[in-house]
């Protein structure tokens, strides 16, 4: 399952075919609405959201919405993501968050409103999109510019019990090194990246990706 957010939090939560169709209309504010409450509507889709510990029940359920053979192992995100990921507020500056990734050894950061009515994510910053910003600004002070300003607005999440394969082709189509995870709470579990997925692919013998 994948979802989007963006400032007004969640916009989109359901199969991977729906995230292509919604990604493609996306310019259109009515469809985008359209889509969110025809998910809210969806209770086959429902019961198929994360709610706790991966169980047999919840494995068979994910794979009936997502028309997975029941018959087939599906290896899910949380079994390889980094359950510890960085969340800061939209007030960072961009000096404050390269720091961060140098301190943490990390690639990315996630991005959370900072304001006193509902917390939820609205954006990522990666190493790559300072980096570009001071090549293309190098005379930016950015000790005082905040670093939402820079970083990727409508975050498309996976839900941790989505399938490694289907993570990696979002990756791949979207050009994403990383994806957040997110559960049906709106709480941020983590993050993958596709150096885990490329880890999970090389350790664990059963997991073939092109399947």
């Known amino acids: 399952m994948f979802a989007m957010y963006d400032d007004d939090g969640l916009n989109f939560r359901n199969t991977i075919d729906h995230l292509y169709d919604i990604h493609a209309l996306s310019a259109s504010h009515r469809l985008h609405n359209d889509a969110r409450e025809k998910n809210k509507n ?8 994360y709610k706790g510990k991966i169980n047999e029940e919840a494995k068979n359920k994910y794979k009936q919405v997502a028309n997975l053979d029941t018959r ?14 960085i969340v800061i507020n939209d007030s960072k500056t961009i000096q404050e968050c390269h720091d961060l990734m140098q301190e943490n050894n990390v690639q990315q950061l996630l991005i959370r409103t900072d304001s006193t009515g509902e917390d939820h994510l609205k954006g990522m910053v990666t190493k790559h999109d300072i980096l570009n910003y001071l090549v293309n600004y190098p005379n930016t002070d950015i000790q005082t510019k905040h670093v939402y300003d820079i970083s990727t607005k409508s975050i498309i999440t996976t839900d941790p ?5 289907r993570v990696a082709k979002v990756m791949i ?8 995870v997110v559960d049906a709470e709106h709480t941020i579990l983590g993050v993958v990246s596709r150096h885990d997925i490329v880890k999970a692919v090389s350790s664990i013998p059963h997991l073939q990706i092109w399947a």
């Open 72 to 85: 087939t192992e599906i290896f899910h995100v949380e079994q390889i993501m980094s359950h510890t990921s």
């Open 173 to 180: 189509d979207f050009n994403l090194n990383a994806i957040p």
């Open 42 to 49: 969806n209770s086959k889709f429902n019961e198929a959201l």
């Open 161 to 165: 019990i989505s399938d490694i394969r």
